[in-house]
């Protein structure tokens, strides 16, 4: 039963045993009345809420567009205070000593010291400079001049087209001055400077050369420093220190250069790391290692970049998504330009802009304050509703809440209980009953089922089991007869086995103990050109250093006390043929050492004789360990191995490909029956899946072996599971239900050819494969009729008299034939005719 056929039969019951006196008014005003009125308070106070609000932000907006106004025009009143002293400087006979004077008048009237002051001549001429160190002034000699990185000269070829009363104005970057002292003659200093350029006149008004100064940097961060701070000229009234507000400059590329820092600390070297914390971008340009260009897709900041490109100021509200959802994440951005006429009479020339970010929590406070004063008048006026109706309510939902979460809890865990209730009034009571009474009819009707299923499937387990044909190419059986079993696995040794036959080369084989390792080896005798030649067989694990050595290589007459005769040896025996050594990894580093001998020279030794004779054999070894390991532990010759693994087979454990389980069962059961001397014997379906799901740590032998024991020790003609004896304290069950459509590890029950050695009569339709049971036969021709079906259409057409399990079997070996595909899953899965039926 779905949960959607529970929900409409609650509804029934409710609509055919509630009368007109138990309809609740309460609850309908409880859900009506309250949250009406809450709406329309809270609707009112939204709409005060944003007046008050966009008000506030207005007066917010007036705030920044003044900050960054009034500190763009600080900064310009700075830098054309520096052009004017430039200018200035250039109408004086530009000598060192008239520079020098200058320098002297100039920091005699408080005025600031320029970091570098300096001349460049136009052709020939002395070239002056003046570099400034905190309260020290020097003059650099032609050779210290020279050492000035980047060099004042790379400036010629921007300036050379300057005229008289022009200024020219370099982008900011880090020079490198020497400053010789006495205590340190070979001092170097760098600071972030922009620099003035103008030219100079002689007195026919013929230019001799250019006159420039450089400024630090930090003095125009300092001005943005002081607005942003209390001292500032336009300190309006304290703001909140915990919120994150700055000023910061921008050039006319878009490179933001800097940013305001403490005031406190004026020699702070100059950064970017506010703004570029929630920013995307490049870090660092030549010159300006902490400069940050935003990316291309940063939009509104390059708006305002070229807002102001354009000598526009103005204010965007902006949002920063690395904030989260906290209240800072909201801020206005004023901007505005600063610019400064570089030639009389001519427009000002925009060099960049200053951007101020202003974060405030004034609209929040404000919010809440309205916040409270809104709960206090909407606590007001719902109060004597909630009064009136909240006991009521509460009594009248509780009792429901509690019952929806009882029969909540009863789908959780799977199984029909009886609900059990508190007191909880008239309405639940009633609904608890019906459910229970529906919980009740449901457990009955599912311990039924179970029973059912109890009884089939013990029924079947004690059954003779089935076994579908396995399809082979043809051929495949005929060369490979030893092998039982088919599969990816089985085809992958066979293919590796015939290969391995096709040439005269060194094999080895690896694989678990029981996985049919001499098997392999005798097939690769056999397919080869030797196959008529001797094939000699030595298991090295059981026989000690010396009798190993004997038995591979012999001994003459009178080689030892005991040696009354000649030994030919193993080589020499097989001599053309092949020689199969098992448990190679047993064999001694002396023996190991013989072997690589006679394999690389493919001569032979006996004991005690001087002479060597050629052999011609192939070599074929086996191993249950890893050989790989054994050379790290140095226990076997790591020559050897590679002599040896020429071309190496693997033999799969039966774990890993237990669909032949029911094959193999089946060919020792008749071996079992030759040397018991009894006939008819079979396994039971129980027994069968117990061999399916064992691990098999020993294998095939181990499966042979316990086949062997049933059929000697059962009374009977059917094996049953009790009767294996096998440890199944590992044993995975659920490999035998199949997953995503594979195919299963067990035939299912039916009328296929028995699991035994007595022959079977069946006469399958022509239109089927010869194997297919009256059960998939119905199958098929249901999905041929009705274009699809299920494993309960399966369970209906057969009257109940099989198991779940079994029609999904079924069901399950027709897609693995091609006859049928699976569509959907879980619930919604259902079986199609395949595509090649339906073109047929």
Same mark, same amino acid.
């Given at each position: 039963?779905?949960?959607?056929?529970?929900?409409?039969?609650?509804?029934?019951?409710?609509?055919?045993?509630?009368?007109?006196?138990?309809?609740?008014?309460?609850?309908?005003?409880?859900?009506?009345?309250?949250?009406?009125?809450?709406?329309?308070?809270?609707?009112?106070?939204?709409?005060?809420?944003?007046?008050?609000?966009?008000?506030?932000?207005?007066?917010?907006?007036?705030?920044?567009?003044?900050?960054?106004?009034?500190?763009?025009?600080?900064?310009?009143?700075?830098?054309?205070?520096?052009?004017?002293?430039?200018?200035?400087?250039?109408?004086?006979?530009?000598?060192?000593?008239?520079?020098?004077?200058?320098?002297?008048?100039?920091?005699?009237?408080?005025?600031?010291?320029?970091?570098?002051?300096?001349?460049? &001549?136009?052709?020939?001429?002395?070239?002056?400079?003046?570099?400034?160190?905190?309260?020290?002034?020097?003059?650099?000699?032609?050779?210290?001049?020279?050492?000035?990185?980047?060099?004042?000269?790379?400036?010629?070829?921007?300036?050379?087209?300057?005229?008289?009363?022009?200024?020219?104005?370099?982008?900011?970057?880090?020079?490198?001055?020497?400053?010789?002292?006495?205590?340190? &003659?070979?001092?170097?200093?760098?600071?972030?400077?922009?620099?003035?350029?103008?030219?100079?006149?002689?007195?026919?008004?013929?230019?001799?050369?250019?006159?420039?100064?450089?400024?630090?940097?930090?003095?125009?961060?300092?001005?943005?420093?002081?607005?942003?701070?209390?001292?500032?000229?336009?300190?309006?009234?304290?703001?909140?220190?915990?919120?994150?507000?700055?000023?910061?400059?921008?050039?006319?590329?878009?490179?933001?250069?800097?940013?305001?820092?403490?005031?406190?600390?004026?020699?702070?070297?100059?950064?970017?790391?506010?703004?570029?914390?929630?920013?995307?971008?490049?870090?660092?340009?030549?010159?300006?290692?902490?400069?940050?260009?935003?990316?291309?897709?940063?939009?509104?900041?390059?708006?305002?970049?070229?807002?102001?490109?354009?000598?526009?100021?103005?204010?965007?509200?902006?949002?920063?998504?690395?904030?989260?959802?906290?209240?800072?994440?909201?801020?206005?951005?004023?901007?505005? &330009?600063?610019?400064?006429?570089?030639?009389?009479?001519?427009?000002?020339?925009?060099?960049?802009?200053?951007?101020?970010?202003?974060?405030?929590?004034?609209?929040?406070?404000a919010g809440y304050r309205h916040l409270d004063v809104m709960i206090v008048i909407t606590v007001i006026a719902v109060l004597a509703i909630t009064g009136v109706i909240a006991i009521t309510a509460r009594r009248t939902t509780h009792g429901l809440i509690e019952l929806?979460?009882?029969?909540?809890?009863?789908?959780? +865990?799977?199984?029909?209980?009886?609900?059990?209730?508190h007191e909880t009034g008239y309405e639940a009571e009633t609904l608890k009953e019906s459910i229970n009474s529906m919980i009740a009819t449901i457990r009955k009707q599912f311990d039924e089922i179970r029973a059912k299923d109890m009884e089939i499937e013990s029924v079947?387990?004690?059954?003779?089991?089935?076994?579908?044909?396995?399809?082979?190419?043809?051929?495949?059986?005929?060369?490979?007869?030893?092998?039982?079993?088919?599969?990816?696995?089985?085809?992958?040794?066979?293919?590796?086995?015939? +290969?391995?036959?096709?040439?005269?080369?060194?094999?080895?084989?690896?694989?678990?103990?029981?996985?049919?390792?001499?098997?392999?080896?005798?097939?690769?005798?056999?397919?080869?050109?030797?196959?008529?030649?001797?094939?000699?067989?030595?298991?090295?694990?059981?026989?000690?250093?010396?009798?190993?050595?004997?038995?591979?290589?012999?001994?003459?007459?009178?080689?030892?006390?005991?040696?009354?005769?000649?030994?030919?040896?193993?080589?020499?025996?097989?001599?053309?043929?092949?020689?199969?050594?098992?448990?190679?990894?047993?064999?001694?580093? +002396?023996?190991?050492?013989?072997?690589?001998?006679?394999?690389?020279?493919?001569?032979?030794?006996?004991?005690?004789?001087?002479?060597?004779?050629?052999?011609?054999?192939?070599?074929?070894?086996?191993?249950?360990?890893?050989?790989?390991?054994?050379?790290?532990?140095?226990?076997?010759?790591?020559?050897?191995?590679?002599?040896?693994?020429?071309?190496?087979?693997?033999?799969?454990?039966?774990?890993?490909?237990?669909?032949?389980?029911?094959?193999?069962?089946?060919?020792?059961?008749?071996?079992?029956e030759r040397m018991a001397g009894r006939s008819g014997l079979t396994l039971s379906r129980g027994a069968l899946e117990k061999l399916v799901i064992y691990h098999w740590p020993g294998n095939i032998r181990e499966l042979k072996h316990v086949i062997i024991t049933a059929?000697?020790?059962?009374?009977?003609?059917?094996?049953?599971?009790?009767?294996?004896?096998?440890?199944?304290?590992?044993?995975?069950?659920?490999?035998?239900?199949?997953?995503?459509?594979?195919? &299963?590890?067990?035939?299912?029950?039916?009328?296929?050819?028995?699991?035994?050695?007595?022959?079977?009569?069946?006469?399958?339709?022509?239109?089927?494969?010869?194997?297919?049971?009256?059960?998939?036969?119905?199958?098929?021709?249901?999905?041929?009729?009705?274009?699809?079906?299920?494993?309960?259409?399966?369970?209906?057409?057969?009257?109940?008299?099989?198991?779940?399990?079994?029609?999904?079997?079924?069901?399950?070996?027709?897609?693995?034939?091609?006859?049928?595909?699976?569509?959907? +899953?879980?619930?919604?899965?259902?079986?199609?005719?395949?595509?090649?039926?339906?073109?047929?």
């Amino acid at each position: 039963m779905r949960l959607s056929d529970v929900k409409d039969w609650f509804l029934r019951l409710a609509r055919s045993q509630r009368k007109p006196e138990r309809r609740k008014l309460r609850t309908r005003l409880l859900l009506s009345l309250i949250p009406s009125s809450m709406i329309v308070l809270a609707a009112t106070g939204y709409a005060t809420y944003w007046t008050s609000s966009e008000f506030i932000s207005i007066a917010l907006e007036r705030i920044s567009r003044l900050h960054a106004t009034t500190t763009a025009h600080a900064v310009e009143d700075y830098l054309a205070k520096y052009k004017r002293d430039l200018l200035f400087a250039a109408r004086m006979p530009i000598t060192p000593e008239g520079m020098a004077r200058y320098l002297s008048d100039l920091k005699g009237i408080g005025g600031e010291i320029f970091t570098e002051f300096g001349y460049i &001549p136009k052709r020939e001429g002395q070239h002056i400079a003046f570099v400034t160190q905190g309260n020290m002034t020097i003059r650099l000699t032609p050779d210290e001049m020279r050492e000035i990185r980047p060099s004042p000269v790379l400036l010629y070829g921007r300036i050379d087209g300057l005229k008289m009363g022009e200024v020219w104005l370099s982008r900011f970057k880090e020079v490198e001055y020497p400053f010789p002292t006495e205590e340190n &003659p070979h001092a170097r200093f760098s600071v972030k400077v922009i620099r003035f350029v103008t030219p100079c006149q002689d007195e026919n008004g013929d230019i001799t050369g250019f006159l420039y100064l450089a400024i630090d940097a930090r003095n125009i961060r300092n001005i943005l420093s002081l607005y942003d701070s209390k001292k500032s000229p336009v300190f309006a009234f304290p703001r909140n220190p915990r919120l994150s507000r700055y000023t910061f400059f921008f050039d006319d590329e878009g490179w933001v250069i800097f940013q305001s820092e403490s005031v406190e600390i004026p020699e702070a070297d100059l950064n970017t790391l506010e703004f570029r914390a929630v920013k995307r971008g490049t870090l660092g340009r030549p010159g300006l290692p902490n400069a940050f260009r935003p990316a291309d897709d940063e939009g509104r900041y390059w708006q305002i970049v070229d807002d102001a490109r354009n000598g526009g100021k103005g204010l965007l509200r902006a949002v920063d998504d690395a904030y989260g959802r906290s209240s800072d994440r909201n801020y206005f951005l004023a901007y505005a &330009p600063v610019q400064l006429v570089l030639s009389l009479g001519e427009a000002p020339v925009v060099i960049g802009g200053v951007g101020y970010v202003d974060r405030s929590v004034l609209i929040e406070l404000a919010g809440y304050r309205h916040l409270d004063v809104m709960i206090v008048i909407t606590v007001i006026a719902v109060l004597a509703i909630t009064g009136v109706i909240a006991i009521t309510a509460r009594r009248t939902t509780h009792g429901l809440i509690e019952l929806a979460s009882a029969v909540a809890h009863v789908r959780d +865990k799977g199984r029909w209980e009886e609900i059990r209730l508190h007191e909880t009034g008239y309405e639940a009571e009633t609904l608890k009953e019906s459910i229970n009474s529906m919980i009740a009819t449901i457990r009955k009707q599912f311990d039924e089922i179970r029973a059912k299923d109890m009884e089939i499937e013990s029924v079947a387990l004690k059954e003779p089991a089935t076994l579908a044909v396995d399809h082979h190419p043809p051929g495949v059986d005929d060369v490979f007869p030893e092998f039982i079993g088919s599969g990816p696995l089985m085809s992958q040794l066979k293919r590796d086995i015939a +290969k391995a036959g096709q040439v005269d080369v060194d094999v080895l084989i690896e694989g678990e103990t029981g996985t049919g390792k001499q098997l392999a080896a005798e097939a690769v005798h056999r397919l080869s050109r030797r196959a008529d030649k001797p094939f000699i067989s030595i298991n090295c694990g059981e026989l000690d250093e010396n009798l190993l050595l004997d038995t591979l290589f012999g001994h003459v007459k009178g080689a030892f006390t005991d040696g009354k005769t000649d030994r030919r040896g193993a080589f020499l025996e097989a001599n053309g043929g092949t020689l199969f050594l098992d448990e190679i990894q047993s064999a001694s580093l +002396k023996v190991q050492q013989a072997l690589l001998r006679a394999i690389s020279m493919r001569k032979v030794k006996p004991l005690g004789s001087d002479k060597e004779t050629d052999v011609d054999v192939r070599l074929i070894t086996a191993t249950n360990f890893d050989l790989k390991t054994l050379i790290e532990q140095g226990k076997f010759r790591e020559d050897l191995y590679y002599r040896l693994k020429v071309i190496t087979i693997q033999t799969p454990p039966l774990r890993e490909h237990r669909q032949n389980v029911p094959s193999l069962a089946l060919h020792f059961l008749r071996e079992a029956e030759r040397m018991a001397g009894r006939s008819g014997l079979t396994l039971s379906r129980g027994a069968l899946e117990k061999l399916v799901i064992y691990h098999w740590p020993g294998n095939i032998r181990e499966l042979k072996h316990v086949i062997i024991t049933a059929a000697v020790m059962v009374e009977g003609k059917i094996i049953q599971a009790e009767q294996l004896n096998l440890d199944m304290e590992t044993a995975d069950a659920s490999l035998l239900v199949p997953r995503n459509g594979d195919t &299963p590890l067990l035939p299912p029950d039916g009328d296929r050819e028995p699991l035994s050695t007595g022959s079977s009569s069946s006469s399958p339709r022509d239109t089927f494969p010869p194997d297919l049971n009256r059960r998939q036969i119905a199958a098929y021709e249901f999905a041929v009729r009705n274009g699809d079906i299920t494993s309960k259409d399966l369970l209906r057409l057969m009257d109940g008299s099989i198991s779940k399990r079994t029609a999904t079997y079924d069901i399950q070996d027709l897609v693995a034939r091609g006859l049928l595909e699976k569509i959907g +899953k879980g619930p919604t899965t259902r079986y199609v005719l395949a595509r090649k039926q339906q073109e047929s």
